[in-house]
């Protein structure tokens, strides 16, 4: 099976500018590509994963990626599919957010010699002339044309600013020049950037008479069409310092029936027959899959060790009375002898306020070493902690270990 084929069976590609060429070029020889990474945030999350997921498909099969690292296109902010400006951040900022995005990424992408190339667009964006710029690039743009594009719908209610609306020349120049530096002919993203990779490819058409290519991968949604990767605690990072492996694991572990064999088929390397097979699973089976699809993304994000462990950890949960020195664990201070179930649940990130605990603990959704807490006022003694710790328990899947 062609990579261009797998692509089409796990359901990646949403969509081509010119599948034909697209495909015989993947088929047929090596091809440079790139994916941009804006560096918003000092973490890469669940929404990147796909992504560097799909450039270790193209390494496997012989290309070579550009990792393009948007520390000049953040200082301007994508507004596709955002309904307000995104947050303006200092050039040490972004900088150093871009360097923790490609410390992640070694986990997944092959950054060894001949294996990838590393660019970062704020080396050209910051020392382009303006003057320059509109006389040579921006002459290549229809005002109404990037007006009607998707990425800016969201934005025109409540006012796109002109700094947005550069975003879209910004990019396409980014294939421009990546065109001419490296050879680049195709780009990939997640389909919200549609309009922005199409805007690439024809400024390359424009200005150098060749024909280059843009694809882009459905969006990772669940069964409802929401984006996946947010929970109750945020969004799922892929940094354990933002959110520990067992999390990760249990975030996966605990996804709809109805979304597990795409996440499957579109975010592991097991061969899609079998995932093809696990169509036809159902009920306790797909508890099955889902243990499968958590630990096989847990072993990718962070490491076997970690995925044994939070494999361990989410199995001795449903043994009465097991532990795990794995499970996520909190030290907590004593007041008198005493702490409030109130002050444990904030101290295990388990309610993020008095009002939230308060509110679980009326609903009866929390229980202390497998007793139901009924009253808000409710503490625990220091006698409770003889064994060790107690284990505090909120509605069917969140576990923590509390120690003094």
């Known amino acids: 099976m062609t ?43 669940v929404g990147h994963l796909l992504q560097l997921l799909i450039i270790k498909r193209f390494q496997q099969a012989g290309h070579m990626p550009i990792i393009l690292l948007g520390t000049g296109t953040t200082m301007v902010g994508d507004p596709s599919g955002k309904t307000d400006m995104r947050k303006m951040l200092t050039v040490d900022q972004i900088n150093y957010n871009a360097e923790c995005f490609r410390k992640q990424m070694e986990k997944i992408v092959d950054f060894s010699e001949g294996k990838a190339i590393v660019a970062r667009n704020g080396d050209w964006l910051k020392n382009l002339n303006y003057i320059e710029m ?86 990772l949604t669940n069964s409802e069409g929401k984006k996946m990767g947010k929970t109750e605690k945020g969004a799922v990072w892929l940094d354990r310092n933002k959110m520990s492996p067992y999390d990760f694991f249990q975030y996966w572990r605990n996804i709809g029936d109805s979304d597990v064999i795409k996440c499957l088929k579109m975010l592991t390397f097991i061969p899609i027959e079998e995932i093809e097979e696990m169509e036809k699973w159902e009920g306790s089976e797909l508890n099955k899959a889902k243990e499968i699809l958590a630990y096989e993304l847990t072993e990718t994000v962070h490491s076997k060790e970690d995925a044994d462990a939070a494999l361990s950890a989410a199995k001795a949960l449903f043994v009465s009375g097991a532990d795990s020195e794995h499970m996520p664990t909190f030290k907590a201070s004593l007041t008198d002898g005493r702490i409030s179930v109130v002050d444990l649940l904030k101290l295990a990130k388990l309610a993020s306020s008095n009002a939230e605990a308060k509110r679980l603990i009326t609903q009866g959704g929390v229980l202390v070493d497998d007793v139901k807490v009924n009253d808000f006022a409710s503490v625990v003694e220091a006698s409770a902690f003889e064994k060790g710790h107690i284990i505090i328990k909120k509605g069917k899947k969140a576990f923590v270990k509390i120690t003094l």
């Open 3 to 45: 990579l261009f084929e797998e692509l089409k069976r796990r359901g990646l590609i949403a969509q081509c500018t010119n599948e034909e060429a697209v495909k015989k070029a993947l088929d047929e020889g090596k091809v440079t590509f790139y994916i941009g990474f804006d560096a918003t945030a000092d973490s890469l999350h």
């Open 134 to 219: 509109l006389r040579d690039i921006g002459v290549h743009f229809s005002v109404n044309r990037m007006l009607s594009a998707e990425c800016y719908k969201s934005r025109m209610e409540k006012g796109l600013t002109f700094l947005e609306f550069n975003y879209m020349i910004m990019q396409s120049y980014d294939f421009l020049h990546l065109y001419r530096t490296y050879g680049n002919t195709l780009e990939l993203g997640g389909d919200d950037q549609w309009s922005n990779i199409i805007g690439g490819v024809e400024l390359v058409r424009r200005s150098e008479g060749k024909d280059v290519y843009g694809m882009t991968f459905n969006l």
